[in-house]
């Protein structure tokens, strides 16, 4: 049959989107799988409903649609297996819960999203786990932080709105020393940019939210493992009955197709206008991985294929007093930028990113910090809408 012979390995990552995880002779040539919508699924007998002994039993457990989703994120990933959840956060919280117990320490990075923080600071406490935050920038010094109980470390690069990168490798290897499990929350890169199983971690999360999906219409998480850590994630997934719906699969299946060209611009556009704000005398810094400039850059060019297309950069305001002002000054000036939560979709969005929640990490003295995911519309149509928001902060 056409397609079996070619193996991942062999083809460039785009191929690979293409092919991931469903062969149209599975389902009578059809090229797109078929959106499976169960709750029941018959058995054809006592013997067979008693055993369990057929590939699918319920809704929960998976259907043909959500089976062909996460074997396309295993092979992106590498993965032994990947769960669907219905949201980014889920992604994050259900990972935390099937490795964690009452009496365990986390360690999770300062950057993280600000939500995850939110259900550690409350549900894991409530349960019993202590959480302690650490310096994205720290490298080995984090092995100082390490509890006889430290079961979990967290990471997350490029960090939430700051895009702080960490040096995996050193994490990794210092975690896997104290018998920890490693996550990493990896939405920013996604498995084109970097592959966390292949540099040691143990369970790669995506908020397929973002990219995957890529029309800010879909909200669904995804939480791969390797194999030592696969079993535990499958079983707290069954036991808390979290599943992905078969229509956000398959529309995250469908994103899969072109996030590796949706990606290229994304990335191309972002840097240019990354660069041009760098230039600028009202923009004080670029918090954007692939410029030389940023503090994590090199870290960033040793691990990563490629940057998104999400950064910040620090308004030139000067006085403490006037930074909301400006900001949101700045943000009422765009006409073609949305304003509004989440990113990687077509189209382009700002916020003012509030650091407040930070533990360790201090926000920027220069002014506010203003995030940036930018869209798929046209570079010189972002920049000039961009400009408005300068000479509206400017003005007021
Ligand atoms: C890095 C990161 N992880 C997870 C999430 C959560 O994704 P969702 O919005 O699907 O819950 C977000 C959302 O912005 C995010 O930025």
Known sequence: MKNENLHAADVGPNTQLIRAGYNPFDYHGFINPPAVHASTVLFPDAQTMETHGQKYTYGT?????????????????????????????AAVTVAFLAYLSPGDHALVVDSVYGNVREFCDTMLTRFGVEVD???????????????????????????????????????????????AVVTMDNTWATPLYFRP?????????????????????????????????????????????????ADDAYQVLRGLRTMGIRLERHQRSALAIAEWLEARDDVARVLHPALPSFAGHELWKRDFKGASGVFSFVLTVGRREDFRLKAAAFLNGLQLFGLGYSWGGFISLALAVNLDDRRILQPPEEGPLLRLQIGLEDVADIRADLERGFEAAMRA
């Open 61 to 89: 457990r998976g259907t043909p649609t959500t089976d062909a989703l996460c074997s396309a994120i295993n092979e992106l990933e590498g993965a032994a297996g990947t769960i669907l959840v219905p949201s980014g956060l």
């Open 197 to 245: 199983l292949d540099f040691g971690v143990d369970v790669s999360i995506q908020a397929s939210t973002k990219y995957p999906a890529g029309h800010a219409d879909i909200l669904m998480g995804s939480v791969s493992a390797n194999v030592k850590y696969w079993d535990r994630l499958r079983k707290t997934n069954g036991q808390l009955g979290l599943c992905g719906t």
């Open 133 to 179: 935050y650490y310096d994205p920038s720290g490298g080995a010094a984090i092995e100082a932080l390490f509890r006889p109980n430290t079961r979990l470390l967290h990471i997350e690069a490029a960090g939430s709105n700051t895009f702080e990168m960490q040096d995996i490798p050193t994490l990794v290897a210092i975690a896997h020393r104290h018998e």
